[in-house]
Protein backbone atom coordinates (compact mmCIF):
# COMPACT_ATOMS: atom_id res chain seq x y z
CA UNK A 1 0.00 0.00 0.00
CA UNK A 2 1.58 3.42 -0.98
CA UNK A 3 2.16 6.09 1.52
CA UNK A 4 -0.77 8.27 0.56
CA UNK A 5 -3.31 5.36 0.70
CA UNK A 6 -1.88 4.76 4.27
CA UNK A 7 -2.40 7.82 5.61
CA UNK A 8 -5.78 8.35 4.17
CA UNK A 9 -7.10 4.95 5.60
CA UNK A 10 -5.50 5.64 8.83
CA UNK A 11 -6.87 9.71 9.30
CA UNK A 12 -10.51 7.70 7.84
CA UNK A 13 -10.16 5.46 10.57
CA UNK A 14 -9.51 8.12 13.39
CA UNK A 15 -12.31 10.48 12.39
CA UNK A 16 -14.57 7.41 12.57
CA UNK A 17 -13.34 6.53 15.99
CA UNK A 18 -13.02 10.28 17.62
CA UNK A 19 -16.42 10.93 16.12
CA UNK A 20 -18.22 8.05 18.73
CA UNK A 21 -16.67 9.72 21.78
CA UNK A 22 -16.85 13.31 23.93
CA UNK A 23 -13.75 11.64 26.02
CA UNK A 24 -10.46 13.78 25.49
CA UNK A 25 -8.32 11.28 27.19
CA UNK A 26 -9.43 8.90 24.65
CA UNK A 27 -9.67 11.10 21.41
CA UNK A 28 -5.53 12.22 22.15
CA UNK A 29 -4.90 8.57 23.26
CA UNK A 30 -6.21 7.79 19.48
CA UNK A 31 -3.66 10.35 17.91
CA UNK A 32 -1.07 8.98 19.59
CA UNK A 33 -1.61 5.69 18.84
CA UNK A 34 -2.46 6.96 14.79
CA UNK A 35 1.07 7.91 15.17
CA UNK A 36 2.89 5.38 16.61
CA UNK A 37 1.50 3.07 13.90
CA UNK A 38 1.18 4.64 11.16
CA UNK A 39 4.72 6.37 10.95
CA UNK A 40 6.21 3.29 12.29
CA UNK A 41 7.63 5.05 15.37
CA UNK A 42 8.66 3.82 19.07
CA UNK A 43 6.35 6.43 20.64
CA UNK A 44 4.18 10.01 20.52
CA UNK A 45 3.36 12.00 23.31
CA UNK A 46 1.00 15.58 23.47
CA UNK A 47 1.77 18.07 25.80
CA UNK A 48 -0.47 20.59 26.43
CA UNK A 49 -0.43 24.13 26.81
CA UNK A 50 0.00 25.78 30.74
CA UNK A 51 -3.59 27.64 30.87
CA UNK A 52 -1.95 29.96 33.24
CA UNK A 53 1.01 31.26 30.46
CA UNK A 54 1.26 31.49 26.82
CA UNK A 55 4.83 30.53 27.00
CA UNK A 56 4.71 27.43 28.77
CA UNK A 57 4.10 23.40 28.51
CA UNK A 58 2.27 21.81 31.34
CA UNK A 59 5.12 19.17 32.72
CA UNK A 60 2.77 16.37 32.17
CA UNK A 61 1.87 14.53 28.74
CA UNK A 62 -2.14 14.50 28.38
CA UNK A 63 -1.48 11.57 26.14
CA UNK A 64 1.35 9.15 25.35
CA UNK A 65 2.45 5.67 23.91
CA UNK A 66 5.77 4.10 24.04
CA UNK A 67 7.33 5.93 26.83
CA UNK A 68 8.40 4.67 30.56
CA UNK A 69 6.68 6.70 33.55
CA UNK A 70 10.14 7.57 34.49
CA UNK A 71 10.62 9.67 31.10
CA UNK A 72 7.73 10.94 30.96
CA UNK A 73 7.93 12.38 34.65
CA UNK A 74 11.05 14.44 33.60
CA UNK A 75 9.06 16.57 31.80
CA UNK A 76 8.98 18.13 28.35
CA UNK A 77 11.82 20.92 29.12
CA UNK A 78 12.70 20.68 24.96
CA UNK A 79 9.15 21.28 24.06
CA UNK A 80 9.02 24.83 26.38
CA UNK A 81 12.18 25.86 24.64
CA UNK A 82 11.14 25.02 21.29
CA UNK A 83 7.57 25.94 20.95
CA UNK A 84 7.99 29.78 19.64
CA UNK A 85 10.27 27.90 16.95
CA UNK A 86 7.80 25.83 16.47
CA UNK A 87 5.33 28.23 15.42
CA UNK A 88 7.65 29.56 13.70
CA UNK A 89 8.60 27.10 10.94
CA UNK A 90 5.51 24.56 11.69
CA UNK A 91 7.89 21.76 12.75
CA UNK A 92 11.09 21.07 14.32
CA UNK A 93 13.56 17.88 13.65
CA UNK A 94 16.10 16.50 16.21
CA UNK A 95 18.10 14.51 14.10
CA UNK A 96 20.08 12.63 17.27
CA UNK A 97 18.03 13.36 20.48
CA UNK A 98 21.39 11.71 22.57
CA UNK A 99 23.66 14.60 21.03
CA UNK A 100 21.58 17.74 19.69
CA UNK A 101 22.46 20.82 21.65
CA UNK A 102 18.40 22.01 21.64
CA UNK A 103 17.58 19.54 23.74
CA UNK A 104 18.17 19.35 27.33
CA UNK A 105 17.97 15.69 29.06
CA UNK A 106 20.37 13.80 26.37
CA UNK A 107 21.36 11.55 29.06
CA UNK A 108 17.69 10.44 29.51
CA UNK A 109 16.67 10.17 26.18
CA UNK A 110 19.73 7.84 25.45
CA UNK A 111 19.15 6.00 28.32
CA UNK A 112 15.67 5.51 27.05
CA UNK A 113 16.43 4.44 23.60
CA UNK A 114 15.36 7.28 21.92
CA UNK A 115 16.83 8.45 18.05
CA UNK A 116 15.06 11.22 16.49
CA UNK A 117 12.19 13.34 17.21
CA UNK A 118 10.15 14.97 15.42
CA UNK A 119 7.17 17.71 16.75
CA UNK A 120 4.71 19.83 15.74
CA UNK A 121 2.06 22.21 17.47
CA UNK A 122 -1.23 21.27 18.31
CA UNK A 123 -3.17 24.36 16.99
CA UNK A 124 -6.53 25.28 17.29
CA UNK A 125 -8.08 28.87 15.10
CA UNK A 126 -4.27 29.82 15.46
CA UNK A 127 -4.14 29.29 18.96
CA UNK A 128 -1.30 26.91 20.16
CA UNK A 129 -2.58 24.38 22.52
CA UNK A 130 0.31 22.04 23.07
CA UNK A 131 2.65 19.88 21.27
CA UNK A 132 2.92 16.59 19.49
CA UNK A 133 6.13 15.10 19.26
CA UNK A 134 7.54 11.72 17.75
CA UNK A 135 10.15 9.49 18.52
CA UNK A 136 11.83 6.60 16.83
CA UNK A 137 14.05 4.18 17.91
CA UNK A 138 17.05 4.67 15.76
CA UNK A 139 18.22 7.48 13.69
CA UNK A 140 15.89 8.42 10.60
CA UNK A 141 14.66 11.33 8.65
CA UNK A 142 11.46 12.40 8.13
CA UNK A 143 9.98 13.05 4.48
CA UNK A 144 7.54 15.86 3.70
CA UNK A 145 4.70 13.36 3.81
CA UNK A 146 5.38 11.87 7.16
CA UNK A 147 5.38 15.99 8.73
CA UNK A 148 2.31 16.66 7.11
CA UNK A 149 0.47 13.71 8.10
CA UNK A 150 1.84 14.01 11.82
CA UNK A 151 0.50 17.73 11.72
CA UNK A 152 -2.73 16.96 10.84
CA UNK A 153 -2.90 14.40 13.65
CA UNK A 154 -2.61 17.42 15.64
CA UNK A 155 -4.62 19.51 13.99
CA UNK A 156 -7.09 16.58 14.85
CA UNK A 157 -5.38 16.64 18.67
CA UNK A 158 -6.45 20.81 19.05
CA UNK A 159 -9.93 19.92 17.84
CA UNK A 160 -10.41 17.27 20.74
CA UNK A 161 -9.09 19.29 23.30
CA UNK A 162 -11.47 22.66 22.18
CA UNK A 163 -14.23 20.43 21.75
CA UNK A 164 -13.87 18.53 25.38
CA UNK A 165 -12.93 22.10 26.64
CA UNK A 166 -16.08 23.59 25.11
CA UNK A 167 -18.14 20.68 26.22
CA UNK A 168 -16.94 20.68 29.97
CA UNK A 169 -17.39 24.95 29.70
CA UNK A 170 -20.89 24.14 29.09
CA UNK A 171 -21.64 21.94 31.49
CA UNK A 172 -19.65 24.01 34.08
CA UNK A 173 -21.29 27.16 33.06
CA UNK A 174 -24.98 25.21 32.82
CA UNK A 175 -24.44 23.83 36.12
CA UNK A 176 -23.11 27.34 38.05
CA UNK A 177 -26.13 29.18 36.70
CA UNK A 178 -28.90 26.90 38.03
CA UNK A 179 -27.40 26.76 41.16
CA UNK A 180 -27.61 30.43 41.44
CA UNK A 181 -30.92 30.25 39.99
CA UNK A 182 -32.26 27.66 42.39
CA UNK A 183 -30.79 29.48 45.32
CA UNK A 184 -32.33 32.60 44.53
CA UNK A 185 -35.79 30.87 44.33
CA UNK A 186 -35.29 29.13 47.64
CA UNK A 187 -33.78 31.50 49.67
CA UNK A 188 -33.88 35.29 50.51
CA UNK A 189 -30.18 35.51 52.40
CA UNK A 190 -28.31 38.07 49.69
CA UNK A 191 -24.87 37.69 50.94
CA UNK A 192 -25.23 34.06 51.09
CA UNK A 193 -26.23 33.86 47.56
CA UNK A 194 -23.77 36.36 46.34
CA UNK A 195 -20.97 34.52 48.47
CA UNK A 196 -21.75 31.32 46.47
CA UNK A 197 -22.12 33.07 43.79
CA UNK A 198 -18.59 34.46 43.68
CA UNK A 199 -17.36 30.83 44.50
CA UNK A 200 -18.74 29.17 42.15
CA UNK A 201 -17.74 31.53 39.20
CA UNK A 202 -13.91 31.44 40.37
CA UNK A 203 -14.17 27.97 40.53
CA UNK A 204 -15.76 27.25 37.23
CA UNK A 205 -14.17 30.14 34.99
CA UNK A 206 -10.85 29.04 36.87
CA UNK A 207 -10.21 32.91 37.73
CA UNK A 208 -8.56 34.88 41.05
CA UNK A 209 -10.72 36.13 42.72
CA UNK A 210 -14.53 37.49 41.95
CA UNK A 211 -16.35 40.19 44.23
CA UNK A 212 -19.70 42.26 44.48
CA UNK A 213 -19.50 45.78 44.96
CA UNK A 214 -22.54 47.79 45.14
CA UNK A 215 -23.02 52.17 45.69
CA UNK A 216 -23.09 52.91 49.02
CA UNK A 217 -25.63 55.60 50.09
CA UNK A 218 -23.51 58.40 49.15
CA UNK A 219 -23.25 57.10 45.70
CA UNK A 220 -19.80 57.70 45.88
CA UNK A 221 -18.30 54.74 46.81
CA UNK A 222 -18.69 51.17 46.55
CA UNK A 223 -19.13 48.81 49.20
CA UNK A 224 -17.99 44.97 49.42
CA UNK A 225 -20.91 42.57 50.27
CA UNK A 226 -19.43 39.63 48.81
CA UNK A 227 -16.03 37.90 47.51
CA UNK A 228 -13.95 34.79 46.90
CA UNK A 229 -10.04 34.48 46.87
CA UNK A 230 -9.09 38.14 47.59
CA UNK A 231 -6.84 38.75 50.88
CA UNK A 232 -8.38 40.04 53.77
CA UNK A 233 -5.73 42.93 53.41
CA UNK A 234 -5.97 43.56 49.90
CA UNK A 235 -10.00 43.45 50.80
CA UNK A 236 -9.39 46.20 53.94
CA UNK A 237 -7.31 48.58 50.94
CA UNK A 238 -9.28 51.39 51.55
CA UNK A 239 -12.38 52.72 49.68
CA UNK A 240 -13.60 52.01 46.08
CA UNK A 241 -14.63 55.50 43.94
CA UNK A 242 -17.21 55.63 41.70
CA UNK A 243 -15.17 56.87 39.20
CA UNK A 244 -13.36 56.24 36.08
CA UNK A 245 -13.53 52.41 35.15
CA UNK A 246 -15.50 51.68 38.00
CA UNK A 247 -18.28 54.82 36.95
CA UNK A 248 -18.48 53.32 33.03
CA UNK A 249 -19.42 50.16 34.84
CA UNK A 250 -22.04 51.61 37.02
CA UNK A 251 -23.60 53.34 33.26
CA UNK A 252 -24.38 49.85 31.93
CA UNK A 253 -20.91 49.06 30.04
CA UNK A 254 -18.76 46.01 30.53
CA UNK A 255 -15.53 47.00 30.93
CA UNK A 256 -12.55 44.25 30.30
CA UNK A 257 -8.76 44.98 31.17
CA UNK A 258 -6.06 43.13 30.31
CA UNK A 259 -3.42 44.89 32.31
CA UNK A 260 -4.39 46.66 35.47
CA UNK A 261 -0.70 47.87 35.24
CA UNK A 262 -1.13 49.83 31.96
CA UNK A 263 -4.80 51.29 32.72
CA UNK A 264 -5.31 54.52 33.74
CA UNK A 265 -8.43 53.53 35.29
CA UNK A 266 -7.41 51.19 37.83
CA UNK A 267 -6.99 52.07 41.64
CA UNK A 268 -4.61 50.87 44.19
CA UNK A 269 -2.08 49.39 41.53
CA UNK A 270 0.58 48.75 43.94
CA UNK A 271 -2.16 46.64 46.74
CA UNK A 272 -3.07 44.72 43.31
CA UNK A 273 0.17 43.60 42.17
CA UNK A 274 1.06 42.70 45.36
CA UNK A 275 -2.08 41.05 45.19
CA UNK A 276 -0.90 38.76 42.39
CA UNK A 277 -3.96 40.58 40.15
CA UNK A 278 -2.92 41.46 36.53
CA UNK A 279 -6.67 41.25 34.28
CA UNK A 280 -9.83 42.47 35.65
CA UNK A 281 -13.42 42.58 34.59
CA UNK A 282 -16.06 44.60 35.57
CA UNK A 283 -19.57 43.66 34.46
CA UNK A 284 -22.51 46.16 36.24
CA UNK A 285 -25.48 44.67 38.63
CA UNK A 286 -28.96 45.74 37.56
CA UNK A 287 -32.22 45.84 40.04
CA UNK A 288 -34.90 46.28 37.64
CA UNK A 289 -33.49 49.49 35.56
CA UNK A 290 -31.20 51.05 38.35
CA UNK A 291 -27.36 49.81 38.40
CA UNK A 292 -26.52 49.34 41.66
CA UNK A 293 -23.39 47.79 41.94
CA UNK A 294 -20.51 46.15 39.98
CA UNK A 295 -19.59 42.47 39.72
CA UNK A 296 -15.72 42.45 39.70
CA UNK A 297 -13.67 38.87 38.57
CA UNK A 298 -9.67 39.16 38.69
CA UNK A 299 -7.57 37.35 36.74
CA UNK A 300 -3.75 36.16 38.17
CA UNK A 301 -2.57 35.98 34.43
CA UNK A 302 -3.21 38.46 31.66
CA UNK A 303 -6.52 37.17 30.17
CA UNK A 304 -8.58 38.34 27.26
CA UNK A 305 -12.15 37.46 28.60
CA UNK A 306 -13.93 35.58 25.17
CA UNK A 307 -17.39 36.45 24.76
CA UNK A 308 -18.61 33.34 25.86
CA UNK A 309 -16.69 34.18 29.29
CA UNK A 310 -18.56 37.66 29.17
CA UNK A 311 -21.83 36.42 28.50
CA UNK A 312 -21.46 34.37 31.23
CA UNK A 313 -20.40 36.77 34.09
CA UNK A 314 -23.05 38.93 32.89
CA UNK A 315 -25.98 36.52 33.30
CA UNK A 316 -25.12 35.87 36.77
CA UNK A 317 -24.27 39.13 37.51
CA UNK A 318 -28.17 39.45 35.83
CA UNK A 319 -28.85 37.11 38.08
CA UNK A 320 -27.47 38.74 41.46
CA UNK A 321 -29.23 41.72 40.86
CA UNK A 322 -32.42 39.59 40.67
CA UNK A 323 -31.71 38.07 43.90
CA UNK A 324 -31.11 41.51 45.52
CA UNK A 325 -34.19 43.07 44.04
CA UNK A 326 -36.15 39.92 45.59
CA UNK A 327 -35.10 40.45 48.90
CA UNK A 328 -35.82 44.15 48.59
CA UNK A 329 -39.34 43.65 47.13
CA UNK A 330 -39.72 41.51 50.67
CA UNK A 331 -38.70 43.74 52.88
CA UNK A 332 -41.11 46.30 51.50
CA UNK A 333 -43.95 43.95 51.91
CA UNK A 334 -42.98 43.11 55.23
CA UNK A 335 -42.95 46.56 56.12
CA UNK A 336 -46.68 46.51 54.46
CA UNK A 337 -48.04 43.91 55.81
CA UNK A 338 -46.73 45.32 59.26
CA UNK A 339 -48.39 48.63 58.68
CA UNK A 340 -51.71 46.58 57.25
CA UNK A 341 -51.81 44.61 61.03
CA UNK A 342 -50.93 47.71 62.65
CA UNK A 343 -53.84 49.65 61.51
CA UNK A 344 -56.23 46.67 61.44
CA UNK A 345 -55.78 46.84 65.21
CA UNK A 346 -56.04 49.82 66.10
CA UNK A 347 -59.63 49.97 64.02
CA UNK A 348 -60.57 46.26 65.73
CA UNK A 349 -64.12 47.96 66.50
CA UNK A 350 -64.64 47.78 62.48
CA UNK A 351 -64.83 44.39 63.12
Not at 155 to 172: F, T
Not at 184 to 196: C, G, M, N
Request: include cysteine; glycine fraction near 6%.
Amino acid sequence: MSSEKSYFRALSELSREIGTTEDQSKMLHLIVSTAVKTLNAKAAVIFRRDDDSEDSIQNAAVAQLGLSKKYIHAGPAHAVKISPQLLKDGYMYFRDATTDKRLTNRKAKKAEGIGSILSVPVMDKNRMLGILSLYTKSIRKFTKDEIDFLSILAEQGGSAIEIAHLIRRLRNNTKIFLKLAASISESLDVKTILQAMTQDMVESLDLKAASVRLLDDDKRTLKSVASFGLSEKYMNKGPILADKNIAEALKGKTIAIQNVFKDTGIQYKKEKKAEGIVSMLYVPIRAKDNVIGVLIVYSGRQRTFTEDEIQLVTALAYQGGLAIHNACEYMVMQDDIKDLKENIWSHKSWF
